[in-house]
């Protein structure tokens, strides 16, 4: 009995570290002030298989931080419930205790005002959609479908977009949350950039980098590391990480780490050898001149992309307007991906790229050309913070500039 008492406190460990549960309700308070209906939400079940790991549903986890698989919570302007399955002795000799919806202390281990069994969705369900005018569910997401019908001549809204809207500007816990994994994240690249010499596997970088942000309080990788190296460098999402460095490429090192569920992204390209050569020394300070414009122009109003002046615009015109192809040709068209995305719980934190920059919203920035003809790619990528009057990079303490990149790779 203590053993089981023990585990079940321990339970308690699982909202994450670094957002406090006020936090949470302060959030879902938020939301429900602007709800006219009901928002249902499920949270991730348990992958039934030994190649991936639960991962919370990411606007679930912003709301509740609750981390445990098959939960779901509905919430409306006057009530919020989390709906929790119940317990099942055998399975949690593979997962270990859960908390069960009928445990007394639910709802403060939640933070939740009331916890009920799963069981009781429907018919909770049904209770407030007599009122509700609206129902907010996740597009797509399969548990919802079947919840609609119940409610057939209700409005449908989409959760996330109004989830979106909070999540695009952070709070001055989260600030602090994706500064620390883009610290240590800073850290991982200059230890990638000691280990850095040609006949180094690019998976062997790739471990100096992950256990260089493991060892500083971060848990996972916000998404898998990418080493590219020569004609590695020109493929964007480049994951397997299998290949010799020669002298004279340049390597793509695209390396993020997650701390207590943030994220960060961050991108070096730097020389196999320690030496840029002349070609890629001229396509390196294109790329970081159209980087420099860009962040130089962030501030609130501002957009990353879209109609008018944005961002995105600023850096195409720098790279297309500078340096020429093997054929003469502007460089304009090697730069084939979006400039920068917004990054929080997800590296790919969700938000309508063309909305006006605020405060508080964080993104990447990171402008690239990829030749593959001349065996070069490059991108610089940066998050930045943007401030009230302008913007901060967090990872400006990683050299970006030839002459400190030079003094460090390899030594
Ligand atoms: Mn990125």
Request: proline share 6%.
């Amino acid at each position: 009995m203590r053993l089981v008492l023990s585990l079940v406190l321990s339970a308690a460990g699982l909202t994450a570290a670094g957002i406090s549960p006020q936090e949470y309700q302060e959030r879902r308070a938020e939301l429900r002030k602007s709800l006219d209906g009901v928002m249902v939400l499920f949270g991730a079940e348990d992958p039934d298989d030994l190649h991936s790991s639960f991962f919370q549903e990411s606007n679930f986890l912003y709301l509740s931080g609750w981390r445990e698989p098959g939960a779901i919570m509905m919430l409306t302007p006057q009530t919020e419930i989390l709906f929790l399955p119940a317990r099942d002795p055998r399975m949690e000799l593979y997962t270990g205790a859960k908390l069960g919806p009928d445990a007394p202390d639910a709802p403060k281990q939640t933070g939740f005002d009331r916890v009920m069994p799963k069981s009781a969705l429907e018919s909770a369900f049904l209770k407030v959609s007599e009122t509700a005018r609206r129902v907010y569910t996740i597009p797509g997401e399969s548990h919802s479908q079947k919840l609609k019908s119940l409610a057939v001549f209700h409005d449908e809204a989409d959760a996330a977009q109004a989830i979106a809207r909070l999540r695009m500007v952070k709070s001055s816990a989260e600030i602090e949350l994706i500064t620390k994994a883009t610290n240590a994240t800073v850290a991982a690249h200059l230890a990638g950039w000691k280990k850095l010499s040609p006949g180094v596997w690019e998976y062997e970088i790739a471990a100096v980098m992950t256990n260089a942000y493991f060892e500083r309080g971060c848990e996972r990788s916000a998404y898998p590391p990418i080493i590219g190296s020569g004609p590695n460098s020109v493929i964007l999402h480049y994951e397997s990480n299998h290949r010799r460095l020669d002298s004279g490429e340049t390597v793509v090192a695209d390396v993020g780490a997650e701390c207590s569920d943030y994220a960060t992204d961050v991108t070096r390209t730097v020389p196999a050898g320690g030496k840029f050569t002349p070609r890629q020394r001229e396509l390196y300070e294109i790329v970081l001149g159209a980087q420099k414009a860009a962040i130089a122009a962030i501030k609130p109003g501002m957009r990353l992309r879209g109609d008018g002046p944005s961002l995105h615009q600023i850096a195409y015109d720098y790279i297309n307007s500078h340096g020429k192809d093997s054929h003469g040709q502007p460089l304009g068209k090697y730069f084939v991906h979006g400039l920068g995305h917004y990054v929080g719980l997800d590296v790919h934190d969700p938000g309508d790229p063309a909305a006006p920059l605020k405060a508080g919203t964080i993104l990447t920035i990171e402008p690239g050309v990829y030749i593959a003809e001349e065996n070069i790619g490059i991108r610089i990528e940066d998050i930045v913070l943007v401030t009230a009057d302008g913007s901060k990079v967090l990872s400006a303490a990683l050299p970006r500039e030839i002459a400190d990149i030079e003094k460090l790779v390899g030594k």
